[in-house]
């Protein structure tokens, strides 16, 4: 069983910055980010390998960064130029063994 904490969401205007957090309560191989916004389904953010490999959506890119620090069993997202399209609950996720694995999310508002 793999547990994930986030934590770092928070109230932002247009343009600001946040970055998340995520502990897990063990090494994990890829780990990632995804959201879901108010009436949406849940959407992929961006993951990372535990190699430093990263993917992400394209509406993300160029603006939010992932990486890790597997000493630590912590991934991270930093978000710059956040835009209120952003707004969501950002949960992390874990892939061991085939097995997913969800935090219970973090919520950012992104206010215009």
């Known amino acids: 069983q793999v547990q994930l904490v986030e934590s770092g969401g928070g109230l932002v205007q247009a343009g600001g910055s946040l970055r998340l957090s995520c502990v897990a309560s063990?090494?994990?191989?890829?780990m990632g980010w995804y959201r879901q916004g108010p009436g949406k389904e849940r959407e992929f953010v961006a993951t990372?390998?535990?190699?430093?490999?990263?993917d992400y959506a394209d509406s993300v890119k160029g603006r939010f960064t992932i990486s890790r620090d597997n000493a630590k069993n912590t991934v991270y997202l930093q978000m710059n130029s956040l835009k209120p399209e952003d707004t969501a609950v950002y949960y992390c996720?874990?892939?061991?063994?085939?097995?997913?694995?969800w935090g219970k999310g973090t919520l950012v508002t992104v206010s215009s």
């Open positions: 063990g090494s994990i191989g890829v």
């Open positions: 996720n874990a892939n061991k063994y085939g097995v997913p694995y």
């Open positions: 990372i390998t535990s190699g430093g490999n990263t």
